[in-house]
């Protein structure tokens, strides 16, 4: 279901489903930061606790897994982007497998991962403009020789959309999976087996079918691709302010 | 050529699509997997960053496999 309301000459669609899911995604890590915030003691010589070994972990994987090949300087000024981006993504695309009716995947909704991958694309401009220097920046898209110009844009273009595109699609397409699994299933069953034993085999293997699918298409999926959206978008960044 | 006939194309269009577009990212992340395993078993210290370069190449790999899936999801629902 999407609200539609004109606005002057365009039309405005909002999903409520999406709208929903991400701002409570947002309100939850923004519950998980400040219980976490708590536990930083005031004397650094103290043993961690358990909640503290969490964040440590954390931000040690972000630092040196994901943000592993930039320099020291640009690592301190990405870090909170990179870190904000890899754990609502995550967290979006987890949200796909619990079980409330109506819950969508935000990630499941074009305009949020287009969204994000344009957020990125901007921010290469603004990093590159910041340690190259404005001129240096749009200079870099006439190398190797001016000509080069319509391929560079086409090429930022391009690699904007299949930056959107990719989680979507991978997200979408294990929604879609999971969608139909279960009548497929029961049709098949069905017709193999008759109705008295589909009836008794459906929810055994019902219920296997879309534990598997959950986790190979929610968890394991979902994981990778929040992990390469984060990837990407670092590795974006790095290179335009290089 | 009635609308059943068109109905029957896109969904011979669709598994087409689908099917042709797996086929190159397929052979595109098997290579770079048997490529990592093969760097891996050479450079075990390596592993770590041999695999989150191999995650990349592969979601870079995938690429055209999600284009191929967004084009047959228009075909059948949108078109």
Known sequence: MVLRFPLGPITVALNPATLGASLGISLLLLALALWLRREIPGDPEAPPSRRLALLIALVDFVENQILSGTSEKLRRSLFPLIATLLLFILACNLSAILPIPGMVAPTQDLNVTLGLALLVYLLTHVYGMRTKGVFRHIKSYLEPIPVMLPMNLVGDMGRTLSHGFRLFGNILGGAIMGAVAIPVLTDLLLRFLGPILATLALPVLGTVASLVLNAFFGVFAGTIQALVFTLLAAAYIQTASE | ?79
């Open chain 2, 1 to 79: 050529m009635g609308p059943e006939f068109v109905q029957a194309l896109k969904y011979l269009a669709a598994g087409l699509c689908m099917g042709l577009g797996a086929l190159g990212p397929a052979l595109g992340e098997g290579y770079i997997g048997g490529k990592a395993m093969e760097g891996m078993a050479r450079q075990p210290e390596m592993a770590n960053t041999l695999l989150r370069n191999m995650i990349i190449a592969d979601a870079i790999a995938e690429t055209t496999g999600i284009y191929s899936l967004l084009v047959a999801i228009m075909i059948l629902f949108v078109v």
